[in-house]
């Protein structure tokens, strides 16, 4: 297994927002985090991530519990995250946002040929390197995000809620991306509001309720459960 949570329990301070969570991701797969506002999807991420601590439960990856290791430790490992609206460095070019990345990367000849990647799965980048992030529109930017995260040629995307902001159209294309990710071999955990899109593309979904995981698997079960359709599809 790529991923294996167990019983993780994060808070924030006193305020606890998660609990008992477990949950796994598989080599090649992409596994959707449904929720409401505030269920606690961005956290999760978050944790897995090592951004914020766990209070209790471990994080296993590739077989190695990384649940006390830094995110700097979890990201040479091969975890990248791609962080909610898809935060970029606003004054810097396209190109010096990748090259930042890039610069931290040890083997140069790699590095060229992963920026040689991203520019032909997002061609506009490519138009743009010059351009200051901060003036692309909402759609490249994400894709910038997206195309920053891949620099390292990660083994798990964390990706938080990549639609957010999106204008329908280019959700569309943003999950054809995502897509097209996993089939290069690239797994992923998602967070998405935009259920039917996140699940359209994934494996298999958790759904989150008030900091807890209330049901769990396939995503075709999951688009056909009642309480699914209920609370997020509006059917
Ligand atoms: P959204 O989709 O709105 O981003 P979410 O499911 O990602 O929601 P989180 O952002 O993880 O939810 O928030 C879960 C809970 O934790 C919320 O009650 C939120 O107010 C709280 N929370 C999040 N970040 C912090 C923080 N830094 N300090 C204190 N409480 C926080």
Redesign the pocket.
Known sequence: MLLNLQDVEIA?GR?K?LWGISLCVGEGEIVSLV?A???????LIKGIMGIVPLRKGCINFLGHDISKKHPWERAKMGIAYIP?GGRVFPDLTVEDNLKLIASLCKNELNVRKRLDMIYSLFPVLKERLTQKAGTLSGGERQMLAIGRALVSKPKLLLVD?VSMGLMPKLVSSVFETLKALKDSGISMLL?E?NVSEALAISDRGYVLENGRITLSGNSEELLENEQVKTSFLGI
């Open positions: 924030y305020i927002v929720g506002n505030g269920a606690g999807k961005s956290t909610e809620e967070t509001q």
